[in-house]
């Protein structure tokens, strides 16, 4: 499920499918016990998700978001036995917050990336 979601992403984001911008995709998925999600502050009585997804500010306008959205709620639903709630965040940092192995690394070398190799 998560190599699916990661090929969606790269796709949607626009972002060459290499063994290095793959190396440089995380993702955390967070699954929450049936007796910790809450809705309205009443017990919702099913077990949740959540996704967070980080991406540089800039990096996806608001239909490519949507379709991040719909595409890992579909995902998730399809690959999980019970209909749940899912949230996914999407995050956006500034190139100066983020960093790889110690150095900033950009939006531009992520499309263009000069490394061949996985970090």
């Known amino acids: 499920m998560v190599e699916e979601l990661t090929t969606i992403a790269l796709k949607i984001e ?9 190396s ?11 007796e910790n999600v809450f809705k ?6 099913a077990n949740g998700i959540t ?9 996806l306008d ?4 949507g379709k991040l959205i719909e595409s890992f709620t579909h ?3 399809k690959n999980t036995q019970n209909r749940m709630p899912i949230y996914i965040l999407i995050k956006e940092f500034e190139t100066e917050d983020w960093g790889v192995l110690g150095k900033r690394i950009t939006l531009d070398e992520l499309f263009n990336p000069t490394h061949t190799k996985p970090i």
């Open 14 to 22: 626009g972002l060459p499918d290499t063994d290095f911008v793959r």
């Open 51 to 59: 996704v967070e997804i980080s991406v540089f500010k800039g990096g």
């Open 24 to 34: 440089t995709a995380w993702t955390y998925i967070h699954e929450y016990e049936a």
């Open 75 to 77: 995902v998730i639903q």
């Open 40 to 45: 309205g502050g009443r017990p919702q009585n």
């Open 62 to 65: 608001f239909d490519r978001k």
